[in-house]
């Protein structure tokens, strides 16, 4: 193994501890991990295609600066120096921020993300844009205008989404961490089906500044990472009071790393642990669950109390979403008219068009399937006359299943179920199929639904194909530390099993971008 | 049993402002009744003694202190126009025929 392919495979604690002792550089490691990125993305057609755009020169110019600022013995930022990659739906000043779609080709934003902001202000050097769906509707980033990232587990299936470039990226070894966002799974379930860790965080716990918003009430920004205290790292960082986001929560982010740092001893004695019924059984491939009895077990052996929870109105979180999220999601988009900013596409054979023609034509062009679907699906859930009997309807059962969360952490401290229902599929299998495409979410959605925070960690491989499975852990609003906690001694439970981490056992995919 | 037609689709698209092609009504009005006929299914599920939730953490009155910051400058603002003039946004013709 080379020095480059060593230094690309360390956890970033790892390497940020390495520059703090002065074994390596910034500007060297941020130029292995492009150099992986050279080696193994490649492009639309072939390799992991995790990334839409590379800023390599802003990287490295942003790594001589860490390493100045060491040298000048600076006061630093734990992760001053460590590499991150950004998802392509968050505003970045210099970098094309394209949301996946044909409607912001080419644009640049005149703003950084609060999320952007606090990445360069603690000095990381930023490598890049990942891939997504477009504007982040998916689960396989398959519906990004862009052409579909590749699970680094299997070149020929799907890396989950929206968040795919993001969880892709990181398991291939693009990048010790990443940036996604999580509306109603887009961080945990590539998570789950890339072997990576991502965390959704408490609604209002980090700033959505500068993300471009599919469904205001649900969206949440999170870390993406190989380890969950890589995890906390990141999300200390980007976590916290914002005055710029009025839905920001002004109270302080509970101690993650060190939440992380007490989990990873392994004692979770006096932990209760939730089960949810409602999130097993049917529709969940038996390798998937296999490897999430056995996490179970080790929970128990850890110290933990596990007992079975229902929490009914699950079974329609689903549903739920797919009215909410599309009615937002409409309003939304509504402001891509083609007179300020993005795509402006003139109907073909009129003279003189008027705006609305222009808006009609550009919005035909611009926007892809699936944003189409969403789009007409809102616009009908919000006409006169259906208002109530949809939105007002998902509106008050989503009141119902955060009862169900309330009612259950009475009774218990985290809530866990499986990340996703499947490990991954194969690309295109899913695509004409919205409903089959949906269904992925189905774990997810609960907690975007009422707020609450939510880690995916991998369990293991499913005996059926080989492929990651993933473990969900959910705490009540705030309570982000738990998840931290419980992660940490899982993962530490698992490594010991395993004999390391997981991503041991990724495909090496030199040569794959050629 | 919700069934959308694809006249229907056709007037939503005309609402949301995007020019649909005949292939692309043929294809989404089959699938959007599938897909809402599969979420009608929480109807009924809450009675209407239960309140709506909009939003999952329910803040109100979030004002900051009324100072003057910084905001774009026209430049920036204009940088990414399809098209601008005279340190204006252009936008095509926004009154009909009639008008």
């Given at each position: ?34 150099d992986?990125?050279?080696?193994v ?17 802003g ?6 600066a ?11 930022h ?23 779609s044909?409607i912001?080709e080419g644009?640049i ?7 952007v902001?606090?990445?360069k ?14 504007f982040?509707?998916g ?34 070894f ?51 990472t ?34 992380a ?17 409602e999130?097993q ?20 052996a ?19 979403y ?50 189409k ?24 059962v ?31 299998e ?17 907690a ?12 293991g ?5 080989g ?30 099993r ?17 | ?10 007037h939503l ?19 959007l ?39 774009l ?15 204006r ?11």
């Open positions: 193994m080379s020095d480059a392919t060593q230094t690309t495979r360390r956890t970033a604690a790892d390497l940020a501890a390495a520059l703090a002792a002065g074994e390596t550089t910034s500007v060297a490691l941020t130029q292995a991990h492009l992986r990125i050279a080696e993305d490649g492009s639309a057609d072939a390799g992991v295609h995790a990334f839409l755009h590379v800023d390599a020169e990287a490295l110019a942003a790594a001589v860490s390493d100045e600022r060491r040298a000048a013995g600076a006061p630093l734990a992760l001053d120096g460590v590499p991150v990659a950004v998802k392509d739906v968050l505003a970045t000043t210099g970098l094309p921020t394209t949301c996946g044909k912001l644009w934003p005149p703003y950084d993300a609060t999320v902001r606090r990445l202000d603690a000095g990381l050097p930023i490598l890049g844009k990942t891939n997504m769906d477009e982040a509707m689960s396989s980033t398959e519906h990004s205008a862009y052409g579909p990232t590749r699970n680094p587990w299997d070149l020929e299936r799907i890396p989950g989404g929206s968040g795919g470039g993001s969880a892709a990226a990181v398991a291939a693009e990048a010790p961490l990443a940036l996604g966002t999580d509306t109603g799974g887009s961080i945990r379930q590539p998570g789950a089906v890339t072997g990576t860790v991502g965390v959704k965080p408490t609604y209002g716990g980090v700033s959505r500044y500068g993300l471009v918003a599919m469904a205001n009430s649900l969206d949440q920004v999170g870390p993406v190989r380890t969950v205290l890589d995890a906390a790292l990141l999300h200390e960082l980007i976590g916290g009071h914002d005055p710029l986001d009025s839905t920001s929560v002004d109270q302080p982010v509970p101690g993650l790393v060190e939440a740092r007490q989990g990873a001893t392994g004692d979770l004695s006096g932990l209760r642990v939730g089960v949810i019924t999130l059984g049917e529709g969940y491939q038996a390798g998937v669950l296999a490897r999430f009895h056995e996490s179970l077990e080790l929970l128990t850890a110290g933990a109390e596990v007992v079975e929870v229902s929490c009914p109105s699950f079974v329609h979180a689903l549903a739920t797919y009215l909410v999220m599309p009615c937002e999601a409409s309003s939304n988009l509504a402001k891509f008219d083609a007179m300020r900013y993005g795509l402006r596409v003139l109907p073909e054979g009129v003279d003189a068009p008027s705006a609305e023609q222009v808006m009609r034509a550009t919005r035909d062009a611009g926007f892809g399937d699936e944003v679907r969403r789009i007409i699906l809102g616009t009908y859930a919000l006409s006169s006359g259906y208002y109530d009997a949809y939105y007002g309807t998902a509106q008050r989503r009141t119902l299943i955060s009862r169900d969360f309330e009612a259950a952490f009475g009774r218990v401290d985290v809530l866990v179920s499986p990340t996703a229902p499947t490990t991954a599929f194969k690309l295109g899913k695509l004409d199929d919205p409903l089959a495409m949906y269904l992925n979410d189905l774990a997810t959605i609960p975007n639904l009422a707020g609450v925070p939510g880690i995916s960690l991998p369990s491989l499913a005996d059926e194909d492929l990651p499975a993933g473990f969900q852990v959910l705490a009540p609003a705030m309570a982000d530390d738990r998840l931290y906690r419980v992660g940490a001694a899982l993962e530490a439970a698992l490594h010991d395993w004999g390391g981490p997981l991503l041991d056992k990724v495909p090496a995919l030199e040569g794959v971008a050629r | 049993m919700p069934e959308i037609s694809r006249d229907e689709v056709a698209a005309t609402l949301a402002r995007i020019d649909l092609s005949d292939a692309e009504l043929d294809h989404l009005a089959p699938q009744s599938v897909i809402l006929e599969s979420v009608a299914s929480i109807s009924g599920v809450a009675g209407a003694d239960v309140p709506p939730t909009s939003h999952p953490m329910p803040l109100t009155n979030v004002f900051r202190e009324d100072v003057v910051v910084p905001g400058t026209a430049e920036q603002a204009l940088a990414m126009a399809p098209q601008a003039e005279e340190q946004f252009a936008v095509p013709r926004i009154l009909g025929d009639e008008q």
